[in-house]
């Protein structure tokens, strides 16, 4: 469960003066499929944001998740290197524009986020359970293995024929630095990034996965794609929160959503330009109405 409280954030733009973004309170409980919408520029991956401890500046308000024992319950803005790590750990958030490490391979590309959480899991570990080292070693050797299957889980049934490559060993090999001028789309940079963060999920059993605009640039067949998948994470870990912005498409994905926030330009305050969040309840109703 994650309680946000009061929650008020100012940011600034240039050629602007302060945008003020009111966030109130929300409850987001186990389970949620949380729906995200509003302008550009009205605080949607601010929230984000914060929600991942990236925003250290806030004129007022705590957020604070309920059910990752080791941070306590703490307010997320209060949290010291180590909470901070922990919560990411726990979260797996696919951003608006992919980033990858610089050459990296497609195959490093879809390991990275689920094999740096799970070097973090096991490093926090050992240091805190010495008389285990032995067994977390044989834990995290066998987890780095549980990546290496998803990843050509996926290759042998998505990413094999989206990347126009036959062979596994081939597609390791593959520079996304090097296809990305030549021949590397935009679509396949946020298929891959999609996947990557797929299988964070499904190795680190994550409790939030965040998903901005996670469509862009992909055709009909694969948004639906990326919608059957988040179907089946569900199923697969059902307390996990998904939230997600997208512009569009709101009629593949409206069958999940269970709760929806959205930012509305509110009146101006001393000239400032402000957003208010609206959250809400969806009935089944609502669900089957197409946007």
Aim: proline share 2%; aromatic share 12%; net charge positive.
């Amino acid at each position: 469960m994650i309680i946000i409280s009061n929650l008020h954030i100012r940011i600034f733009k240039e050629s602007q003066n302060a945008i003020d973004l009111f966030y109130g309170d929300m409850t987001i409980k186990k389970g949620d499929f949380l729906y995200v919408s509003g302008d550009n520029g009205s605080g949607k991956s601010t929230l984000y944001n914060a929600l991942t401890d990236r925003i250290h500046k806030i004129e007022g308000g705590t957020i604070r998740y309920l059910n990752i024992s080791p941070l306590k319950q703490k307010d997320v803005f209060s949290f010291n290197d180590e909470e901070s790590a922990e919560l990411r750990r726990n979260i797996s958030y696919l951003e608006s524009e992919p980033w990858f490490r610089h050459n990296s391979t497609f195959y490093e590309a879809l390991k990275d986020p689920a094999y740096f959480a799970l070097k973090y899991q096991y490093l926090s570990d050992k240091k805190n359970f010495k008389n285990r080292k032995k067994e977390l070693k044989k834990e995290f050797k066998n987890n780095r293995a549980r990546i290496d299957e998803k990843i050509e889980y996926y290759f042998d049934n998505y990413l094999s024929s989206f990347f126009n490559i036959d062979s596994f060993s081939s597609f390791k090999r593959e520079q996304i630095e090097h296809n990305l001028e030549e021949e590397t789309s935009k679509g396949q940079r946020r298929f891959l990034s999609f996947f990557a963060h797929v299988i964070k999920t499904e190795i680190m059993n994550v409790s939030l996965f965040i998903l901005d605009e996670p469509f862009t640039h992909l055709d009909n067949s694969n948004i639906k794609l990326v919608v059957d998948i988040l179907k089946s994470l569900r199923k697969q870990n059902p307390s996990m929160v998904i939230m997600l912005t997208a512009h569009g498409n709101y009629h593949t994905f409206a069958h999940l959503i269970t709760k929806k926030l959205t930012l509305e330009k509110g009146s101006k305050t001393l000239g400032q330009a402000k957003y208010v969040a609206k959250f809400k309840e969806v009935t089944d109703h609502e669900k089957n109405i197409v946007n």
